[in-house]
């Protein structure tokens, strides 16, 4: 996309980076231009709620399957399909990045 920012967009930097050892590292961040659109700031608020479950969840010896149904369960509850901008997502579709996707072996 060629032009101006405007009022309400969504920019997202994402710096990668690795040297000679091969270490590898990234830094991404979002920003809005001007006010905060109000259905990206319930979806900031949805994804804190999902990252704390993730957290309360996370301990030695819990079943990844357990965290995994969780997870779906809890993006299912919010039918984000219905949001504006959101990407058609299938019954067995997992989160990756941020992104739906369909192409991770199982």
């Given at each position: 996309m060629n032009r101006a920012?405007?009022?309400?967009?969504?920019?997202?930097?994402?710096?990668?980076?690795?040297d000679p050892a091969g270490y590898y590292?990234?830094?991404?961040?979002?920003a809005c231009i001007g006010k905060i659109p109000e259905?990206?700031?319930?979806?900031?608020e949805d994804e804190k709620e999902l990252q704390a479950l993730n957290l309360k969840m996370l301990k030695p010896?819990?079943?990844p399957m357990e965290m995994w149904n969780a997870n779906n369960d809890f993006l299912r509850s919010m039918d984000i399909r219905k949001r504006p901008g959101s990407m058609p997502m299938a019954?067995?579709?997992?989160?990756?990045?941020?992104?739906?996707?369909?192409s991770v072996k199982r």
């Open positions: 920012l405007k009022e309400g967009d969504q920019v997202g930097i994402l710096v990668e980076a690795t590292t990234h830094l991404h961040r979002m259905d990206l700031q319930k979806q900031f010896g819990v079943d019954r067995d579709t997992i989160w990756w990045r941020g992104r739906p996707s369909r």
